[in-house]
């Protein structure tokens, strides 16, 4: 069973920039596409980058140009860099599997964005 670790996340003030990681306990990342989603508090689950086993990133409207999604295969992990940072950011990120067919949620990383 694949196991996703989530880390970077804090509290940074409006404008700011965070940088999230995510490890795999194997090799996943030429395998799978890949993203990165965040849950606010009492909402859904949002996907909000993903990146496929070739490398092709898409993104949701509303990061476009703040956010961008990398990895680093041989270290088994994957990346958000994010800028430019608004409070409604304000959520829990995790990272897991595009599509029907997701690993275990890990616990994920608390991005808290004061105004």
């Known amino acids: 069973q694949v196991q996703l670790v989530e880390s970077g996340g804090g509290l940074v003030q409006a404008g700011g920039s965070l940088r999230l990681s995510c490890t795999a306990s194997?090799?996943?990342?030429?395998?799978?596409?890949m993203g990165w989603y965040r849950q606010p508090l009492g909402k859904e689950r949002e996907l909000v980058a993903s990146?496929?086993?070739?490398?092709?990133?898409t993104y949701a409207d509303s990061v476009k140009g703040r956010f961008t999604i990398s990895r680093n295969s041989a270290k088994n992990t994957m990346y958000l860099q994010m800028n430019s940072l608004e409070p409604e950011e304000t959520a829990v990120y995790y990272c897991n599997r595009q599509g029907p067919l997701r690993f275990a949620w890990g616990q994920g990383t608390q991005v808290t964005v004061s105004s």
């Open positions: 194997e090799s996943i990342f030429r395998r799978y596409t």
């Open positions: 990146i496929s086993s070739s490398g092709t990133t």
